[in-house]
């Protein structure tokens, strides 16, 4: 785990100019899954070189047959672990921690866990640097996890810097009587925002279109949060244009698998501008 720990500080290093520069104004990045292209998806490797590079995060949130609250992508284990192909709610935290959850994304990570939720907000209590946004997919989670959820929220004080999403209305509602400071947001497309504005129940408009600078506008008059999600690997989500686009239309933070290129894209295009 040393090797990983050099190579990933030395990852850190190279990109932290990038950080210490990014424009005031620039919406704030959010790595889908961790900077899951340079470290296995929803561990604590990925999430660490976020904190570090002043990037967000979105992460996945499940149950265990026991339940732990964990960090993993899928409901099954075989895709991201070593585990059989059974589902995480079918296993136990102490077994679920005997799983190699970094191996199967390059040989220089074995012997990387699947994290719980806990070591994840610590995490984050205790390297983030300034403000941030965390993006809290709820996956799969019972009323004992609900609550297990907020109360986390609150031991590490995270509250703002965190939403809850994909958890469905009446969960959304059980959350805020837990505690009113949640977060809630939701993937919002464009013909749907008139309705989701009038039944008053999103902080955070996580918008699926690339949207004009009016809309934008509008919703934060509104006090609501405006991010964009481009979450999703390939060229059309590898996209300069957008990247652009959703910057001059003044969001505040955009969901993305290539936060790091979206970076330099917009560095380069001040530097064009200064020139």
């Given at each position: ?35 899951l292209r340079h470290a296995p ?118 509250f703002e810097d965190s939403f ?112």
């Amino acid at each position: 785990m040393k090797s990983i720990n050099v190579r990933l500080s030395l990852f850190c290093i190279c990109f932290c100019v990038l950080s210490q520069v990014s424009s005031a104004a620039d919406p704030v990045l959010i790595a889908h899954r961790g900077m899951l292209r340079h470290a296995p998806e929803n561990t604590l490797p990925a999430f660490r070189v976020c904190l570090d590079l002043r990037i967000g995060f979105e992460l996945d949130i499940r149950t265990t047959k026991d339940g732990e609250l964990v960090i993993i992508h899928d409901d099954s284990l075989p895709r991201t672990t070593n585990g059989p192909s059974k589902s995480i709610r079918d296993v136990t935290w102490a077994e679920a921690q005997q799983l190699d959850a970094g191996r199967w994304f390059d040989p220089a990570f074995a012997g990387t866990r699947i994290p719980t939720l806990e070591q994840t907000l610590k995490l984050i209590k205790e390297r983030k640097q300034g403000d941030t946004i965390i993006a809290l997919n709820i996956k799969q989670l019972n009323p004992d996890g609900e609550k297990k959820l907020v109360e986390l929220l609150e031991k590490y004080d995270l509250f703002e810097d965190s939403f809850a999403f994909d958890q469905n209305a009446e969960m959304s509602q059980r959350l805020k009587k837990l505690n009113p400071r949640i977060r809630i947001g939701q993937n919002v497309n464009r013909k749907s925002i008139d309705a989701r504005l009038k039944e008053n129940q999103l902080d955070v408009f996580l918008l699926t279109f690339v949207a004009e600078k009016a809309e934008v506008d509008r919703l934060k008059q509104q006090g609501k949060q405006v991010l964009f999600n481009f979450g999703g690997a390939g060229d059309a989500r590898r996209n300069p244009v957008v990247w652009k686009q959703i910057r001059a239309a003044g969001v505040e933070g955009m969901l993305t698998d290539y936060p790091l290129e979206c970076r330099q894209v917009w560095r380069d295009a001040d530097q064009q501008t200064k020139n």
